[in-house]
């Protein structure tokens, strides 16, 4: 009996469970479909610029079916924790200047990377991809909320294709 539970069990478990395959995303990718027409080709909420100081715009949500996904997203690095010679925590952004400059990108255009093993400082100054297992988790930093983080695993280089 406890042979045919757990089978049933296995049958209806999502077949990204067993799977070792990477998701390679793109930053549209983790706006959801009904809502990437409140969004520019650079991934930000479409602004009227004729007010003052903009904060950050928390227009858009995640998408929750990612949550638990070894994903593999392009990116720029801004450090947060670690040392001259290893980062253990930043953000990671889909263009350069994000967070640095006002406003920055929409929580769901920003993700908070845990890199437990540290990332060489030197590897991150470029564009680079992080590969690792995304959450669906909203965490206030310093210089935005962010809507999803990273458990990284590695960095690889970028290529375009």
């Not at 952004?93 to 845990?114: D, E, L, S, T």
């Not at 564009?127 to 669906?136: A, F, P």
Request: net charge negative.
């Amino acid at each position: 009996m406890k042979k045919k539970i757990i089978i049933c069990l296995l049958m209806l478990m999502p077949f990204s469970v067993f799977s070792n395959e990477v998701l390679k995303l793109d930053w549209i990718d983790l706006i959801p479909e009904q809502e990437r027409n409140q969004f520019d080709s650079m991934g930000m909420p479409k602004i009227d610029h004729n007010g003052g100081q903009m904060q950050q715009s928390l227009v858009g949500s995640v998408r929750q079916e990612l949550n638990g996904s070894m994903v593999k997203i392009p990116g720029f690095v801004i450090p947060l924790e670690g040392d001259d010679k290893m980062i253990t925590e930043f953000l990671l952004v889909p263009y350069f200047g994000a967070c640095i400059h006002v406003p920055p990108p929409p929580p769901n255009q920003i993700i908070y990377v845990k890199f437990e093993k540290g990332a060489p400082i030197q590897q991150l100054w470029d564009v680079i991809y992080i590969v690792g297992k995304l959450k669906t988790e909203t965490i206030d930093s310093e210089l935005a909320e962010t809507g999803y983080l990273i458990e990284g695993v590695r960095l690889e280089e970028y290529d375009d294709e």
